[in-house]
């Protein structure tokens, strides 16, 4: 009787031979003084291919960013989050080979981590029977738990422009904004990199009133500036919330803002740093700032666009 009631109550388990791919954008947070709330999605993608096996042997393939220092196995983190979501929905594990194509710089406030996560989870979302897939909205709950703030896991998931709040510990919303079509985000990737718990510890724990109402201010006129008037942006994005207390571990890139915003560019901390982004309202202004920055040592330029489709998902 043991024996049939251990059988009977056995966890159904993750079909081998399937194949999936997910397409996640890199995002930027913030943009100024939107701390922890405005999001937007880029099109510089990683990519994730999972194939599911009929043994427990998960082995993983790095290609692009991190190739040679991120781990093989099932302790790096888009594997870990596959099974570890595969266990909170009550199935058994099954063996995988994961792929991992990465084009999105780590440590430079592009939201890599966000990217790893939202890909794991739609992934393993998928080898689910159709009938116990979960909806978007609760996959998007779930990832911005595991990131701890959902302000790079909206954009990657949704596309375009978002704006992000968080009611309790475990329960976050977004929404899409309406942003103008003419905007080009410029990147500015420097080849060292920031890891966001050090950026968050410069942060004071609280500021001014006067601080925050003008900070609130600047976000309401910058939502307003990205759907309608992108001339309002250099003025938009003065931030007085995070950026400077960040500088000291971003010299450089800071340095790069101040020069940047002082020829009247709309230039920003992408998320955490040290990446900098000029948001311009065309590509005229866009190929501007970029040949501006040609050439300095040690910086990438990268002239993208927004990616209004977020997190794709092809099952083979």
Same mark, same amino acid.
């Given at each position: 009787?043991?024996?049939?009631?251990?059988?009977?109550?056995?966890?159904?388990?993750?079909?081998?031979?399937?194949?999936?791919?997910?397409?996640?954008?890199?995002?930027?947070? %913030?943009?100024?003084?939107?701390?922890?709330?405005?999001?937007?999605?880029?099109?510089?993608?990683?990519?994730?291919?999972?194939?599911?096996?009929?043994?427990?042997?998960?082995?993983?393939?790095?290609?692009?960013?991190?190739?040679? *220092?991120?781990?093989?196995?099932?302790?790096?983190?888009?594997?870990?989050?596959?099974?570890?979501? $595969?266990?909170?929905?009550?199935?058994?594990?099954?063996?995988?080979?994961?792929?991992?194509?990465?084009?999105?710089?780590?440590?430079? #406030?592009? #939201? *890599?981590?966000?990217?790893?996560?939202?890909?794991?989870? $739609?992934?393993?979302?998928?080898?689910?029977?159709?009938?116990?897939?979960?909806?978007?909205?609760?996959?998007?709950?779930?990832?911005?738990?595991?990131?701890?703030?959902?302000?790079?896991?909206?954009?990657?998931?949704?596309?375009?422009?978002?704006?992000?709040?968080?009611?309790?510990?475990?329960?976050?919303?977004?929404?899409?904004?309406?942003?103008?079509?003419?905007?080009?985000?410029?990147?500015?990737?420097?080849?060292?990199?920031?890891?966001?718990?050090?950026?968050?510890?410069?942060?004071?724990? *609280?500021?001014?009133?006067?601080?925050?109402?003008?900070?609130?201010?600047?976000?309401?006129?910058?939502?307003?500036?990205?759907?309608?008037?992108?001339?309002?942006?250099?003025?938009?994005?003065?931030?007085?919330?995070?950026?400077?207390?960040?500088?000291?571990?971003?010299?450089?890139?800071?340095?790069?803002?101040?020069?940047?915003?002082?020829?009247?560019?709309?230039?920003?901390?992408?998320?955490?740093?040290?990446?900098?982004?000029?948001?311009?309202?065309?590509?005229?202004?866009?190929?501007?700032?970029?040949?501006?920055?040609?050439?300095?040592?040690? $910086?990438?330029?990268?002239?993208?666009?927004?990616?209004? %489709?977020?997190?794709?998902?092809?099952?083979?």
């Amino acid at each position: 009787m043991q024996t049939q009631a251990a059988s009977s109550y056995a966890l159904p388990r993750i079909a081998s031979g399937q194949t999936v791919s997910v397409r996640v954008p890199a995002t930027s947070a %913030n943009l100024g003084p939107g701390f922890d709330v405005l999001g937007l999605a880029l099109n510089v993608h990683d990519e994730i291919r999972l194939e599911t096996k009929n043994d427990d042997a998960v082995s993983v393939l790095v290609e692009g960013e991190g190739a040679a *220092s991120l781990p093989s196995d099932e302790t790096h983190l888009v594997a870990r989050t596959i099974r570890e979501f $595969w266990a909170a929905e009550g199935c058994e594990p099954t063996g995988f080979v994961l792929t991992a194509k990465n084009v999105i710089p780590h440590g430079r #406030g592009m #939201g *890599s981590s966000a990217a790893a996560i939202v890909s794991a989870l $739609w992934a393993a979302n998928a080898t689910l029977p159709e009938d116990k897939q979960l909806e978007p909205v609760e996959l998007f709950q779930r990832a911005a738990i595991l990131e701890g703030h959902p302000d790079n896991v909206a954009p990657a998931v949704f596309g375009g422009l978002t704006i992000s709040w968080q009611d309790d510990l475990e329960s976050f919303g977004t929404v899409r904004a309406q942003l103008d079509p003419h905007l080009v985000p410029v990147l500015l990737v420097p080849d060292v990199e920031l890891s966001t718990h050090r950026a968050r510890g410069l942060l004071p724990a *609280s500021v001014p009133h006067s601080v925050a109402a003008a900070n609130g201010g600047r976000v309401g006129l910058l939502v307003h500036s990205l759907a309608v008037d992108l001339s309002l942006l250099h003025l938009a994005t003065e931030d007085e919330l995070h950026q400077n207390f960040r500088a000291e571990a971003m010299p450089d890139s800071a340095a790069t803002i101040r020069e940047l915003r002082d020829a009247g560019y709309a230039a920003v901390v992408s998320g955490a740093g040290p990446t900098v982004m000029v948001l311009c309202s065309s590509h005229s202004v866009a190929q501007e700032v970029a040949d501006r920055v040609a050439g300095r040592e040690g $910086w990438r330029v990268l002239l993208t666009s927004v990616d209004e %489709n977020g997190v794709r998902v092809e099952g083979h």
